[in-house]
C-alpha cells in the first residue's frame, strides 16, 4: 500500500464545475506539497501546507494533520486547468513522497 | 528571479551506452538540488539530494549516480544504462537550509525524457 493515496485517479468535468481532489497519508509529516504538472512534463508546486487552509486564485487546499488528508479544490473550473494533480509529503528534512497523481480533464 | 535550467529535454539512448543530464540554477545560492524520476504510468521518486558542493544523498540503490560539481549545478550519470533506466527525470531545487521545511518551496525544471532502447 502507498503511504500517499489519491483520489480519483481520473476526472472530468465540464468547465465551470467545482472540483475536489483528495490526497489520504498513513504516515506523520510536517507538511504536504500540491503540485500541478502539465501535458508537457513540466511541474509547478500550487501549495505547502502544514495546517488549516490556503487560496490563491481559483485553488483552495486544505489539510487535517488529525485525518491525516488533504484536498485542492478547483472553483470555477476551466480547461487550462486540465493537468495531473500531485500530492505530495514530506517526511524528515528532504523526502518527499509522492501520490499517482490526479488526471484532471475540463472540458469546454 | 531564480530559474531552473535542465538538458536535454528529450533523449534516445542505447542500452548500454552512458547517461549525463545537467541541471543549473540560477538568481539563488547554496540551494538543496534534487533528482526525481516518474516512470510511465508511475508517481515520482526521489532519486537523488544534495545539501552543498560534493554532498549527495542517494534514496534508492540503482544504475545511476550524481554530482555536484558547483554549488548551481546538479549532475545525473550513468556508465551504462538499462532499459528500466527510461522515464522521466526531474531536477528540483528548494531554497531552505531546513530541506523541505514548512514555507520552504520546491522548484522543478521541464524535465528530460529518457527513452534506452
Known amino acids: 500500500k502507498n503511504e500517499v493515496e489519491q483520489s480519483p485517479q481520473n476526472l472530468t468535468a465540464q468547465e465551470g464545475e467545482f472540483i475536489t481532489i483528495n490526497c489520504s497519508y498513513s504516515?506523520?509529516?510536517?507538511?504536504l506539497h500540491w503540485l500541478q504538472q502539465h501535458p508537457g512534463g513540466g511541474i509547478v508546486s500550487l501549495f505547502m501546507l502544514s495546517s488549516g487552509k490556503k487560496k490563491h486564485g481559483r485553488l483552495i487546499a486544505t489539510i487535517n494533520i488529525q485525518e491525516k488528508h488533504s484536498s485542492l479544490h478547483i472553483t470555477a473550473s476551466h480547461p487550462r486547468d486540465s493537468a495531473v494533480y500531485i500530492c505530495a509529503i514530506i517526511q524528515g528534512a528532504q523526502k518527499l513522497v509522492f501520490g499517482q497523481g490526479t488526471r484532471l480533464t475540463i472540458n469546454p | 528571479s531564480q530559474t531552473i535550467h535542465q538538458w536535454p529535454a528529450t533523449l534516445v539512448q542505447p542500452v548500454g551506452s552512458p547517461l549525463s543530464l545537467e541541471c543549473t540554477v540560477e538568481g539563488t545560492s547554496n540551494p538543496n538540488l534534487y533528482w526525481y524520476r516518474q516512470a510511465a504510468g508511475r508517481g515520482l521518486q526521489l532519486l537523488f539530494y544534495?545539501?552543498?558542493?560534493?554532498?549527495i544523498s542517494s534514496e534508492v540503490p540503482q544504475n545511476l549516480s550524481a554530482s555536484r560539481p558547483q554549488d548551481r549545478q546538479f549532475i545525473l550519470s550513468s556508465k551504462k544504462l538499462l532499459l528500466s533506466d527510461s522515464g522521466f527525470y526531474l531536477c528540483a531545487w528548494s531554497v531552505w537550509s531546513q530541506g523541505l521545511a514548512p514555507g520552504g518551496e520546491l522548484f522543478f525544471g521541464e524535465g528530460s525524457r529518457l527513452t534506452v532502447l
Open positions: 544534495s545539501v552543498g558542493i560534493g554532498q
Open positions: 504516515v506523520g509529516i510536517s507538511a
